[in-house]
């Protein structure tokens, strides 16, 4: 150990990664499935990383052949456990299917097949040149399936006015980290190999420091909202909740807040904010962004027909747009015409 600062970096995730994997598959206290893959997650990543940190402290003619194996093969299981872990997670699974058990256990037989009839001692070239790149590649493919199955809550980081869960966005966390530690170890295999330790020890205690952060950090291990996609409304309830929605804005005026939640709305309406944006989306064909803004150009639109001393901008101050550039921005996308022009039309008509 020539550096015994950069070995405690690279090891030091290293080793809390791996107690931590032992406690979520042996000791927690909730018992759930999700639970299950976060800890294989965790121990496929240790065992991958102890591998690194054991090759690049451990003089060559000094190392055990079959340890470096060990590390590569779990190396080709990360993927699968984020895939599962994420997957669990979003549709809140109970029980481990029938499906998941074979298609793991078809990767465990195939890395223990190329292990044992190919091992790392009789032809490491096979293994470094060759096959190393298989697994990366096996790996990249399960980290983009799992962008696609949480797809629905990464939209959420986009749309305004939504609110992610703290689960949702340990979730994006986790698979933001992954895929961090993912492009660490292909630099690390063209240029400084030990990138990929360190980066998930940073990784490690930045997600430790993010849920010691949480308030409520104990809903990050318990089942997130079902998606609402999965239960329809019926036609009855629509028409009663369409009916209320439109009530609740004209009595409520929510669309001239600035700052108006989705919550705030549901609540009105007592139920949930994932029911009033399946609502708005399924239903009604519209994101709440648009729903609200429609409102907001409706006003606009009375404003500028009345052909008051208004200004523009006060007339889109006063149906509720937080500026100026959003209002003229938000009229043209909607009406086709900006508020001069339209209020130009208006007044010569």
Not at 182 to 195: D, E, K, M, N, P
Not at 294 to 302: I, L
Not at 317 to 343: C, D, M, N, Q, V
Request: charged share 20%; proline share 1%; glycine share 4%.
């Amino acid at each position: 150990m020539n550096n015994s600062l950069l070995f405690f970096l690279c090891s030091i995730g290293v080793f809390n990664g791996f107690i931590a994997s032992i406690y979520f598959l042996f000791f927690s206290k909730q018992k759930r499935v999700q639970n299950f893959f976060f800890g294989l997650l965790l121990l496929f990543l240790s065992v991958r990383i102890g591998k690194s940190v054991y090759t690049i402290f451990t003089p060559r003619e000094e190392r055990n052949i079959w340890i470096i194996q060990i590390g590569l093969s779990a190396c080709f299981l990360i993927g699968i456990a984020v895939f599962y872990y994420i997957k669990s997670s979003v549709e809140n699974t109970k029980v481990i299917p029938r499906s998941w058990k074979i298609h793991i256990a078809i990767l465990l037989v195939f890395i223990a097949t190329v292990g044992l009839t190919n091992s790392y001692a009789s032809n490491p070239s096979f293994w470094n040149h060759y096959f190393v790149k298989f697994i990366y590649t096996v790996w990249g493919v399960y980290l983009a399936l799992s962008v696609y199955v949480l797809k629905d809550v990464l939209k959420k980081l986009f749309q305004k006015n939504v609110r992610c869960e703290t689960s949702e966005i340990w979730l994006i966390a986790i698979l933001s980290a992954n895929f961090l530690i993912f492009t660490a170890y292909i630099i690390g295999y063209f240029y400084l190999y030990f990138v990929g330790t360190i980066t998930f020890s940073v990784v490690f205690y930045a997600l430790l420091i993010f849920l010691l952060s949480k308030k409520n950090r104990d809903t990050i291990f318990q089942d997130i909202p079902e998606k609402y996609q999965a239960k329809k409304i019926e036609k009855s309830e629509e028409e009663e909740l369409i009916a209320a929605l439109k009530e609740a804005m004209k009595t409520h005026q929510f669309h001239k807040n600035t700052n108006i939640k989705l919550n705030d709305i549901a609540k009105v309406l007592h139920i949930s904010s994932h029911k009033l944006s399946q609502l708005l989306n399924d239903n009604l064909g519209k994101n709440f962004a648009l729903f609200i803004n429609e409102y907001r150009v409706e006003d606009a639109k009375k404003l500028l027909r009345e052909n008051n001393q208004f200004t523009l901008e006060s007339i889109g101050f006063e149906a509720g747009f937080s500026s100026k550039s959003t209002f003229y921005a938000t009229f043209k996308k909607l009406i086709g015409k900006t508020p001069a022009e339209y209020k130009k039309q208006s007044s010569e008509s």
